[in-house]
């Protein structure tokens, strides 16, 4: 767990959803620990947890890699989102899908996927890259112009950071595909 309190929580976590031997046989010998950190940068306990994840949770938390690292968040605006997105499921009750979203985003915290922070909620560094690395290259941040060139073919969800020198005919050119540094 290389010392990472998130790890710890999110592997007591996983372990806490069920006490069946056979449950915590099956996390004991995931290939995932015999992965090297440095091919991927994130600690097999964490890559266990979103594997045990719901897929509708799994897509909810995919959807975050749009947000930068220490994005400050709220829950009805994520909710909001992956309702947008079709994420959010009707589960048979008179529930709105705004409340669904909203359980679903509670769910994610319990999960330590999300971290509360000053009134607000942030994804973990680590988490964030894990959330990049599922999100496979579906969700692409610009950070600054030079990210244009990297901007992958199938990419569903692009954000741009507020303090990137991105300006309005860097924008345009995303629409008409000639992005030139």
């Not at 995931?30 to 091919?39: A, G, V």
């Not at 997105?85 to 994610?108: D, T």
């Not at 969800?157 to 303090?163: A, D, G, K, T, V």
Request: hydrophobic share 40%.
């Amino acid at each position: 767990l290389k010392g990472s309190r998130l790890a710890t929580k999110t592997l007591g976590r996983l372990l806490g959803m069920s006490l069946d031997p056979a449950h915590w046989n099956n996390i004991l010998k995931s290939e995932l620990w015999e992965l090297r950190q440095e091919e991927t940068d994130i600690l097999p306990a964490l890559r266990l947890s979103y594997m045990y994840l719901p897929l509708h949770l799994k897509r909810c938390f995919a959807f975050c890699a749009v947000y930068p690292k220490d994005h400050r968040f709220n829950k009805i605006t994520s909710a909001e989102f992956w309702v947008a997105e079709g994420f959010v499921v009707p589960e048979g009750n008179n529930l709105s899908l705004q409340h669904i979203g909203c359980q679903y985003f509670k769910n994610l915290v319990n999960w330590n996927f999300f971290q509360i922070f000053r009134g607000s909620y942030v994804i973990h560094d680590l988490m964030h890259d894990m959330a990049q690395l599922v999100s496979k290259d579906e969700c692409f941040i610009i950070k600054n112009t030079s990210d244009f060139l990297k901007v992958p073919q199938n990419v569903r969800h692009l954000s741009i950071c507020p303090n990137s020198d991105v300006n309005c005919f860097d924008l345009l050119s995303l629409c008409t595909g000639s992005c030139a540094p």
